[in-house]
């Protein structure tokens, strides 16, 4: 069965450019997460959406980030004016349900797109 | 600040020796909690959880102890393989609010098993 995917794996961009990131999760998943992770750090949660709407994006760190899930699937993470300090490895997440602590329903994590802003 | 903390970036453990890895948290709404492991290149994988009502769970090789008082965790892989070399990391959530929804992440331990 097929996991969750990121497209692109890579992407260098240039400070102040706008970029996107996509994710498409596990089939049937209603729950989806992005995660950034810098250098040397773990994974940080930026927001999560159930179904097409964002039900916490208290992580997001500033308005030059936003994301959609439009059809309650496939989700787009979008940064507006990147900056150097943007640079990392963003990471989605599907669940089958959406509460950490629920029976058999951890996270699936894509194998990330690492942005690099030069 | 941190909330969850894995004070050994690194470990080196034998082939077929027990690898300890540790996991401290500081906040006391963390309920379920869980270890994740990963590759170069790789997202994380998870790989073991345990409900704060519990202090022990085991799946095969891999056990993890919960110790509410001292807001501690470890997890033990025995025997350790080769394959195992990865980085681990320790995870937390909340059991209800908006923590629920969120896991967070230490920042990982490097595991190296030698042949």
């Known amino acids: 069965g097929a996991g969750v995917s990121q497209t692109p794996s890579n992407k260098v961009t240039e400070k102040g450019k706008y970029v996107e990131l996509r994710c498409d999760p596990i089939?049937?998943?209603?729950?989806l997460y992005w995660y950034r992770q810098s250098l040397g750090q773990g994974p940080e949660f930026l927001i999560y959406?159930?179904?097409?709407?964002?039900?916490?994006d208290s992580g997001l760190p500033n308005d030059r980030f936003f994301a959609v899930r439009p059809e309650g699937s496939v989700s787009t993470l979008k940064i507006q004016r990147t900056e150097r300090g943007d640079s990392a490895v963003y990471l989605c997440?599907?669940?089958?349900?959406?509460?950490?602590?629920?029976?058999?329903?951890?996270?699936?994590f894509g194998n990330g797109t690492r942005l690099t802003v030069t | 600040d941190q909330q969850v903390k894995q004070n050994s970036p690194s470990l080196s453990v034998q082939e077929g020796r027990i690898s300890i890895l540790n996991c401290d948290y500081t906040?006391?709404?963390?309920?379920?909690f869980l270890w994740y492991k990963k590759y170069p290149a790789e997202g994380p994988t998870f790989l073991i959880s345990?409900?704060?009502?519990?202090d022990k769970n085991e799946d095969g090789r891999f056990t993890v102890f919960l110790n509410k008082s001292a807001k501690h965790l470890s997890l033990h892989i025995v025997p350790s393989q080769p394959g195992d070399s990865a980085v681990y990391f320790c995870?937390?959530?909340?059991?209800?609010?908006?923590?629920?929804?969120?896991?967070?992440f230490g920042k990982g331990t490097k595991l190296s098993v030698i042949p």
């Open positions: 345990i409900s704060s009502i519990k």
């Open positions: 995870a937390a959530s909340e059991a209800s609010g908006a923590g629920s929804y969120q896991l967070t």
């Open positions: 906040n006391s709404m963390f309920d379920y």
């Open positions: 997440a599907s669940s089958l349900k959406p509460r950490m602590s629920s029976y058999n329903s951890p996270l699936h």
């Open positions: 089939s049937g998943h209603t729950a």
């Open positions: 959406f159930q179904g097409t709407g964002a039900a916490d």
